[in-house]
């Protein structure tokens, strides 16, 4: 249980809320293109294509929930750790870093959403996700501090 990799826990929290914001503005931008082509006759297809638009609204919440589950597994993983106190510094380090990477992706994500007004209209409807991911690097910098403070609160070095 010496897993000293809990500070690479605050990148891959990264890496997978991106790739969910960006996979959700690509999804809702194919779906609204293709609705947005075709007319639909039946009524069994217009009650599937609502069903697939209502699916994807229920997707917006996936970036938090995300979060969330990664943050648990990573102050489950910061409890379990015994760490020496003389890495405090390299923590807070790595730390930062993760906060510039976190703010590099989010500038990322906002130029990819601002590349045509296909993926706009998509972000304006995907907002809770939009929002998760404009506020990444705060994200990370709290729920890191609060990790670094469960890694190293704990009473004695074994």
């Known amino acids: 249980m010496n897993n000293k990799a809990v500070f690479f ?9 991106m790739v969910i914001g960006i996979v959700l503005l690509v999804a809702k931008t194919t779906y609204t293109s293709f609705t947005d082509s075709y007319t639909f006759t039946d009524a069994n297809a217009q009650a599937s294509m609502d069903d697939a638009n209502s699916m994807l609204s229920a997707l917006d919440w996936l970036p938090l929930i995300a979060i969330g589950v990664l943050f648990i597994f990573g102050i489950i993983t910061a409890s379990v750790t015994n760490v020496h106190p003389a890495f405090l510094v390299l923590g807070i380090i790595l730390l930062i870093v993760a906060v510039v990477i976190a703010g590099y992706y989010k500038d990322f994500f906002q130029d990819f959403q601002e590349q045509s007004t ?3 209209a998509s972000a304006s409807a995907l ?32």
């Open 127 to 158: 907002p809770i996700s939009v929002q998760s991911i404009n506020i990444l690097p705060l994200v990370i910098l709290g729920l890191g501090g609060i990790i670094l403070v469960f890694l190293y609160a704990k009473g004695g070095f074994m």
């Open 118 to 120: 296909e993926l706009n």
């Open 9 to 17: 826990d605050f990148i891959s929290i990264i890496l997978v809320v």
